[in-house]
């Protein structure tokens, strides 16, 4: 293999795995399907699946049903048992295949992993990474499409990463698996199939870090997942304005990278935040909030703000498609600033 | 079960020795509690305390039947899961006390203490949230074949709730080496079990999730123990979960403070009239001879455990302010 090899985001999550599990024994991966046609092995039919989305093909045949763990459809009982393997030793990878279905077990996430360490007093870690699927564009409405992100980002004791590519999943996702905290690792749903270059050997992106995925001078556009390439597309249709944007890919949700959001708006002066996300109470209007409250002195206009509306994602795949903010609302948002 | 605690007797028939540590368990669990309502009511400290008073036995016959290193999660009302466990009194009382040298820094309180160390992995204030997690402790211990159990206590109320039935069910599919221990003390809060439970018992529920019910006595030590010893060997076996039920009663109301007027005097007065320390002193001196001074000096050093406690918790430094952002996560965030 050469050090150009490129691989998909989807193969990247596998190869996270994968590593991670050769590496050390304590980590395990369950969820629903995440080999699919458990128990068949005798008739050669499990990992018919290797996850909903097939990041997890060969982890089942590698690792084995010990390690690799079908759960019954229920969300409550396996997370909850993550949580206990968690503050027990081993490492869990515990997938919740769609985002929306939080709704029916956040007790575990939201009142145990996150807090089962700050009230102890620090006498427990809960090394639990929950990787789950967020965004719209695949024609499955409101219930299968939501970000949901900035929910988790704002409970205390829970971080939460957002990768837009390949490279950076497979490295957060060894961050996330490494990390002696409960982790929530959103995987967009648009971005499996992205590819680019990924090194074939371990290694961490690390957690709470956003990058700077193209310098400029005039205008910073802020991202996360998918965004950050609407942000690129953007950039790359202001220059026939003669404008030179900068796009900061957040990554990181929680911690975020404040330093860096501050740095960039300091040096360009504007700044438009990007979000998939409901506007309500959301990412964008935190980030925003963060901007104006230690850069304002900086800014030469207002922070603008990008995101879906506040509504539920439709079906109709025309209303879908003009749901999530798109490369010309970015560059519109752009423009108002000049 | 404190550290000298015997091991759990190989034959049908507890020792003297095993049954006055059962014993000691349930007087210091009470001693405890009794103490505790008393600084509720003085203001000693923040917070409600939901009391165990009355269903001791539970706590120190299933927790007699482990070992050290077996885990055990708990409810809103756990101080007796914590002491059957092993858990020192007085880092407990400072933790009730919100101090610096509580089980959690003071960070918990009442509703979460959990002691690690002690395999105890916390109280909670969310009914039910307890069993998955002991399904993921005995999913470690299946896993990495350290021969552990884990116990999940939990109430009558909980068995109502989503994760009972997602940890039945998950426990028995995977054959995880998980006790369930429902503590029926006839309310969740304030509605009596027979309103909101459909099934006669809770045990009625295990057919359905095809694993071994078990239906104890919780206010007969003995009772308890025994079917805890059966319910553990089968688990650490590799044979799969057991739902053991104990019928038991809670003296208080659901925390200090309610006056319980959702139950009869003649309901009250006939539970206490089985009362499981009583009846537990009385088999001792009975059937082993063991003279009423010795179950009076017993008494009368958990009263000086109390003492100890209280006056350790008193003179324990509260936490820096400093303390509310430490934490948060393992290590120090930006």
């Known amino acids: ?338 | 079960m404190p550290d000298t605690a015997p091991p759990p007797d190989s034959h049908a028939t507890p020792s003297r020795d095993t049954l006055l540590a059962l014993h000691a368990t349930m007087v210091l669990i009470r001693a405890f509690e009794q103490r505790v309502a008393t600084l509720v009511l003085k203001g000693a400290f923040s917070g409600v305390g939901h009391l165990y008073v009355g269903e001791e036995a539970v706590a120190a016959g299933v927790c007699g039947a482990l070992r050290d290193d077996d885990y055990v999660t708990s409810t809103h009302r756990g101080h007796g899961h914590c002491l059957a466990k092993g858990v020192d009194p007085s880092e407990m009382m400072a933790e009730l006390f919100g101090r610096a040298t509580g089980t959690c820094k003071g960070k918990g309180g009442s509703m979460h203490i959990a002691d690690f160390r002690r395999g105890m992995l916390g109280a909670n204030g969310i009914v039910g949230a307890g069993l998955p997690i002991a399904c993921g402790a005995a999913l470690t211990a299946k896993l990495t074949g350290s021969g552990r159990v884990a116990v999940a206590f939990f109430g009558d109320g909980a068995s109502n709730i989503g994760a009972f039935h997602e940890s039945l069910n998950l426990a028995a599919v995977w054959k995880l080496p998980v006790i369930f221990v429902c503590e029926n003390n006839r309310y969740g809060e304030a509605t009596p079990v027979e309103y909101a439970l459909s099934a006669e018992h809770v045990v009625d529920r295990a057919p359905g999730y095809r694993m071994p019910g078990l239906m104890a006595d919780g206010q007969d030590v003995l009772d308890v123990f025994a079917k805890a010893r059966e319910a553990v060997a089968h688990a650490r076996s590799g044979e799969g979960p057991v739902l053991l039920e104990c019928e038991t009663y809670r003296y208080f109301g659901h925390f200090v403070g309610d006056p319980a007027r959702y139950r009869s005097a003649d309901e009250v007065e006939w539970f206490r009239s089985r009362d499981c320390i009583l009846r537990s002193a009385e088999y001792l001196q009975q059937q082993h001879g063991v003279a009423t001074k010795q179950l009076d000096e017993m008494a009368a050093d958990a009263e000086r455990r109390m003492d100890e406690a209280v006056a350790f918790a008193e003179g324990s430094p509260l936490p820096e302010l400093s303390e509310i952002m430490a934490g948060v996560c393992s290590e120090v965030l930006r």
């Open chain 1, 1 to 338: 293999m050469t050090a150009e090899r490129i691989i998909s985001f989807r193969e990247a999550i596998a190869e996270a795995l994968r590593l991670e599990m050769r590496r050390d024994p304590a980590v395990i991966l369950l969820g629903e399907d995440v080999a699919g046609g458990a128990g068949r092995d005798a008739e050669g039919l499990s990992e018919a699946w290797g996850g909903a989305f097939a990041e997890y093909k060969g982890l089942y045949t590698e690792f084995g049903a010990g390690r690799v763990l079908d759960t019954p459809i229920s969300e409550m009982g396996y997370l909850g048992a993550a949580v206990g393997a968690a503050i027990t030793g081993l490492r869990p990878v515990a997938e919740l295949m769609f985002v929306d279905f939080i709704g029916v077990c956040l007790d575990p996430i939201m009142n145990q992993a996150a807090f089962a360490h700050y009230m102890s007093g620090g006498r427990v870690n809960v090394p639990l990474t929950m990787l789950t699927h967020v965004g719209a564009g695949v024609g499955m409405a409101a219930q299968h499409s939501k970000m949901l992100y900035s929910f988790f980002a704002h409970i205390p004791g829970l971080k939460v990463v957002a990768p837009s590519s390949a490279y950076h999943a497979k490295g957060l996702l060894t961050a996330a698996i490494r990390d002696n905290d409960p982790v929530v690792f959103c995987v967009h749903k648009l971005l499996l199939g992205q590819s680019e270059h990924v090194p074939e050997e371990p290694y961490e992106f690390p957690i709470g870090h956003a990058r700077i995925a193209r310098p400029g001078a005039d205008v910073t556009l802020i991202g996360a997942a998918l965004t950050t390439s609407v942000c690129l597309q953007a950039a790359k249709a202001l220059e026939a304005d003669g404008i030179d944007a900068e796009v900061v890919d957040l990554l990181s949700l929680a911690p975020l990278d404040e330093e860096t959001i501050l740095a960039s708006v300091r040096r360009t002066g504007r700044a438009v935040v990007v979000d998939e996300g409901f506007p309500r109470c959301g990412l964008a209007a935190d980030v925003a909030a963060l901007i104006a409250g230690q850069a304002f002195d900086d800014l030469d206009g207002p922070v603008k703000m990008v995101t879906s509306p506040h509504a539920p994602v439709p079906f109709s795949r025309p209303l879908e498609l003009a749901f999530p903010p798109n490369a010309d609302r970015v560059r519109a948002a752009a423009m108002e600033l000049f």
